[in-house]
C-alpha cells in the first residue's frame, strides 16, 4: 500500500513560483496515475492536475492550464507540480493522490491514497 507526502509548499507573493513534490513510499509511483487536488477555505476540494500511470498523458483545470506543470520522475519515485505565475486564488492546502493503474480521472472520489496536504499561500 502506497503512502504519499507532500512537500513544497509555502507563502509567496503574487507572481512567484513553487515546486510542489509528491514522494511515494510502500510502492512505485510508475504503476499509478497520480492527481493533485487543492482545497481552500470554506470551498469544495477541486482537481488541480493530473498524469496516467503511463506518464504519457498529463491534464490540468483550466484554472491552472498555461501556468502548472505535472511531471513523474520514477526514478525518485515522486511527482512534482511546478506552479509559476501564482495568484491570491491560487491559496489552498494542496494534495496529491494516488491510483493504481487504469484511465485517468478527475474525480476524488476515484482515488484511495492520499497524501497529508501541504499549504499554499500566495499574497497580493
Known amino acids: 500500500q502506497v503512502q504519499l507526502v507532500e512537500s513544497g509548499g509555502g507563502l509567496v507573493q503574487a507572481g512567484a513560483s513553487l515546486r510542489l513534490s509528491c514522494a511515494a513510499s510502500g510502492g512505485s509511483l510508475s504503476s499509478y496515475g497520480v492527481n493533485w487536488f487543492r482545497q481552500a477555505p470554506g470551498k469544495e476540494r477541486e482537481f488541480v492536475a493530473l498524469?496516467?500511470?503511463?506518464?504519457?498523458?498529463?491534464d490540468y483545470a483550466d484554472s491552472v492550464k498555461g501556468r502548472f506543470t505535472i511531471s513523474k520522475n520514477n526514478a525518485k519515485n515522486t511527482v512534482d507540480l511546478q506552479m509559476n505565475s501564482l495568484k491570491p486564488e491560487d491559496t489552498a492546502v494542496y494534495y496529491c493522490?494516488?491510483?493504481?493503474?487504469?484511465?485517468?480521472?478527475?474525480?476524488?472520489?476515484?482515488?484511495?491514497?492520499w497524501g497529508q496536504g501541504t499549504q499554499v499561500t500566495v499574497s497580493s
Open positions: 498524469i496516467a500511470w503511463t506518464g504519457v498523458r498529463t
Open positions: 493522490a494516488a491510483r493504481p493503474f487504469g484511465t485517468t480521472s478527475r474525480a476524488d472520489s476515484d482515488f484511495r491514497f
